[in-house]
């Protein structure tokens, strides 16, 4: 980067963080996006002038709401709602709920920031936004779970709607959140619409919508492998996570001959070095969506498997990694450690799960970094098919869909490359982030001064 961007980025970052002191995580959103279009910027006057990435980073409105609902033995609870509308460029805003303990303003924005971008690269007419609450589903009874979520969507109810805001699932937030959501819309608004999507299929859902984020993370990381003259077949894979991206993940790495030897969860990692075939994936997707339990029992149940209590999976040799669990899970020293095992590549499954340090170390190395916003738009993509099939009444198959889920991350990989190639390395953070900013930049340009 020339001296000119850095000075450019050090002033843009510190309005940044002066307008929004103490958002760590969304300061992190904003650089590592910023680093990569400050010398584009700069190389087209027009997006300078006019003021794009300063106008992008401030949300169109942001929605703080109290939710009040009464537990199972009577007493009242209080959690904080939260909904940023962070742009409508290019369509209604579109991007998940989360219901954790960490969520706060930082977090939602970070991740609506993310959502723009990666809305942009499926090429569907989708804006960026995200919401959610404080709310921890984890020990719940489903009854206390619907409470809370009926309270939720009556407050949220005014502010989406099929043309203006369509929320969807995200960490904590599953078919059954998703269910008790939608039956509340649907009843205080009187109507079946597309204002919200991950829907059973039995009442609006697409096919392959629960699976589309972790096969889509494997038919991006299946193009990078091409692009470079590799394939899949007999990979050696970490996956980080066991909730619904990481077990999608895993799922097609094993049907594409690829071999799964980690997952994971907030209490450790389990190591299986004969590989999580298709009966031991059955097994913790009713662990995880049924019984809710830990992935520590997995070695109760296959004893041959190692649980490494309290580590992520990053420090076990292998050929490709996943880090589908949450945001900052892969670090610099994992990273350290991914380079010294020859990992040959890293395709992101969850929203930043790398620590800028680590991208850098990663990138250094010359081993292949797929970005979320590139690599898990499969979810939001297929979010965007439920709500053509909503508008048109109709339902298309699995085969169907699954294959427009193809084209899409075969098109988003096609843009990567475009932006990002160079002699000896293909940038897909670079690549990702000019081609979602090229196609919003010029659509803002094209509104005025909004």
């Known amino acids: 980067m020339s001296n000119q961007s850095n000075a450019e980025l050090k002033h843009f970052m510190q309005g940044l963080i002066k307008r929004n002191p103490g958002e760590l995580e969304f300061h992190q959103a904003v650089e590592e996006v910023a680093i990569s279009l400050m010398p584009f910027i700069l190389d087209h006057d027009k997006y300078r002038v006019g003021r794009v990435l300063e106008r992008l980073t401030e949300p169109d409105r942001i929605i703080i709401f109290r939710v009040c609902w009464e537990d199972d033995l009577g007493n009242l609870r209080v959690n904080r709602g939260y909904r940023v509308?962070?742009?409508?460029?290019i369509g209604p805003y579109k991007g998940g709920l989360r219901f954790h303990p960490s969520v706060s303003l930082s977090i939602?924005?970070?991740?609506?920031?993310?959502?723009?971008f990666k809305n942009s690269l499926t090429t569907l007419p989708l804006g960026g936004g995200k919401g959610g609450a404080n709310f921890n589903p984890k020990g719940k009874s489903d009854r206390e779970v619907m409470r809370f979520c009926q309270s939720f969507m009556t407050e949220l109810t005014r502010h989406?709607?099929?043309?203006?805001?369509?929320?969807a699932g995200d960490i904590g937030v599953g078919a059954r959140e998703i269910g008790y959501l939608y039956g509340q819309f649907k009843r205080l608004n009187n109507r079946h619409t597309g204002a919200i999507t991950g829907k059973g299929f039995d009442y609006g859902g697409s096919l392959m919508r629960p699976e589309a984020t972790g096969y889509g993370c494997v038919y991006m990381m299946r193009e990078a492998l091409s692009h470079a003259g590799d394939d899949l077949d007999r990979k050696t894979c970490l996956v980080s996570g066991?909730?619904?991206?990481?077990?999608?993940?895993?799922?097609?790495?094993?049907?594409?001959g690829a071999k799964v030897l980690t997952m994971s969860d907030s209490g450790g990692t389990i190591y299986d070095a004969e590989g999580i075939n298709e009966e031991k994936l059955t097994w913790i997707k009713e662990l995880k969506n049924v019984r809710r339990g830990r992935i520590s029992e997995y070695t109760k149940q296959f004893p041959k498997a190692e649980y490494l209590e309290g580590k992520r999976p990053w420090a076990i040799p292998a050929d490709l990694s996943f880090p589908c669990a949450t945001?900052?899970?892969?670090?610099?020293?994992?990273?350290?450690?991914?380079?010294?095992?020859?990992?040959?590549a890293v395709c992101e499954g969850a929203n930043m799960p790398s620590t800028k340090e680590a991208i850098d170390v990663i990138q250094a190395a010359k081993v292949i970094f797929v970005p979320g916003k590139a690599a898990n738009a499969g979810g939001v993509a297929v979010s965007g098919l439920e709500m053509t099939q909503n508008s048109m009444r109709i339902h298309w198959s699995a085969e169907e869909v699954d294959q427009k889920l193809l084209g899409i991350m075969q098109n988003i990989h096609r843009k990567c490359v475009r932006y990002g190639e160079t002699d000896d390395y293909t940038d897909y953070v670079k690549g990702a982030n000019i081609a979602a900013f090229s196609k919003i930049a010029d659509t803002m340009l094209a509104y005025g001064v909004t």
């Open 85 to 89: 509308q962070f742009s409508n460029c």
């Open 108 to 116: 939602l924005k970070f991740l609506g920031f993310e959502q723009i």
């Open 160 to 167: 989406i709607g099929a043309d203006i805001d369509i929320p």
């Open 242 to 256: 066991a909730g619904n991206v990481a077990q999608f993940c895993a799922e097609k790495l094993i049907q594409l």
């Open 327 to 344: 945001q900052n899970e892969l670090e610099e020293n994992d990273a350290k450690n991914l380079v010294s095992n020859a990992c040959q």
